[in-house]
């Protein structure tokens, strides 16, 4: 009996920067959308909390 690929784990959405979209389908440009925009508030939360932790230093070790 054949697997269908229903059965099968669907690959988790990745994207490469340039890749060529000239393939996907709406759908999968809209998956890729999201999966970016979360990246870029992941990457933003980082860097605040970088910049809180290195302005608490420079304030600790100016005084």
Same mark, same amino acid.
């Given at each position: +009996?054949? #697997? /269908? %690929?229903? %059965? ?7 994207? /490469? ?9 709406? /759908? /999968?440009?809209?998956?890729? #959308?999201?999966? +970016? !925009?979360?990246? #870029?508030e992941r990457l933003q939360v980082a ?10 230093? !420079? ?5």
């Amino acid at each position: +009996m054949a #697997i /269908e %690929d229903d %059965d099968k784990p669907r690959k988790k959405v990745t994207h /490469e920067i340039g890749q060529d979209l000239s393939l996907l389908s709406v /759908e /999968e440009l809209a998956e890729r #959308i999201a999966l +970016m !925009n979360s990246e #870029i508030e992941r990457l933003q939360v980082a860097a605040t909390k970088k910049r809180a932790s290195k302005d608490a230093a !420079n304030s600790f070790f100016k005084t």
